[in-house]
């Protein structure tokens, strides 16, 4: 093996990407596996080409805004680190490979946990609906949610919808067969009227109180009578938040103006937006991800 390869392995050995199994000799190992998947490299690249840039100006940026609280996602570290006047999510559609990175990595976040649907009492709250579409996952990326629930609940064909930005569903190489995608901008009224769920996974996070507002009132107008929204988001502990928790609220922070949120604030933004919250469910012990289930008031 070339002195260069080998110098490099020694270093990944060391700190357990791969397994040294004799001297100048190195295997592959679980953690090489799992970072190898398209999805996890899009992580890797996402951290490094995104987010690294942002939270290396943040300590400035904050410096000099003084440590007010970041809420315009076109005034944050990310414009500084990427000389740009657009929000990040408008920005990243625009550069095709840091977008495609982006997206990966959201089809593995939470991967390894039990789906939300297990532990929320889904098929109860469905019930007997016989509407068109009984499920539209809003602003879902890949797909990869609405295949989990496809695969979970076959009867569900045909009636669950994928809506996000065209530029995420050109990007899509999953096999959609069943479901059905759709362009549409969450700012604007939702097309679709009376779905039971209306299911948003890691956006409200994205976006500071007011477009939470705006977002959930664009979702209400579609309203009939069987509907709800599905909020899946982290709900903040009001202490003692795990490291997980917090970086990730200082990712949404540095790039998005934006935040995770506390009972108390997710409480505020849906009645900000004349709905109330029926249950919180939590999912994930950890992170405290949780469905938050969203009704007329
Ligand atoms: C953090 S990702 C979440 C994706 C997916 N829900 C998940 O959990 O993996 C945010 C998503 O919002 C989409 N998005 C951003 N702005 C949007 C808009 N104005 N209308 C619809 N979708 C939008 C992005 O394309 C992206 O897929």
Redesign the pocket.
Known sequence: MPRQCCRLLRYCASVGLVHETAPGIFAANATTKTLAQPAYEGGIRHYFDSVGPTLQVLPSFLAETKYQDIVNPTDTAFQRAFATDLPA??WL?TQPDLFKA??QM??V?GAPGAPWFSVFPFEQELGNFAGAHAFI??????G??CLSLRAAFPSLENKIVL???P??LKQTSFDLKGILPMA????QPQPLKGARFYY????LH?WPDEKCASILRNLASAFGPESQILI?DMVLPDSGAPWEATSLDIKMMALFGARERTTAEWLAVIDAAGLKVSRIVPYSTRCQDSIIQVVAK
């Not at 996952?137 to 890949?142: A, E, K, M, S, T």
Request: charged content about 30%; aromatic content about 12%.
């Open positions: 999510l408008k559609p982006f997206q959201m089809t976040r996952d809003v602003g879902g990326g890949f990869h949610q809506q996000d930005l530029e995420t549409h901008d969450f700012f948003m996974r890691n956006i994205d899946d």
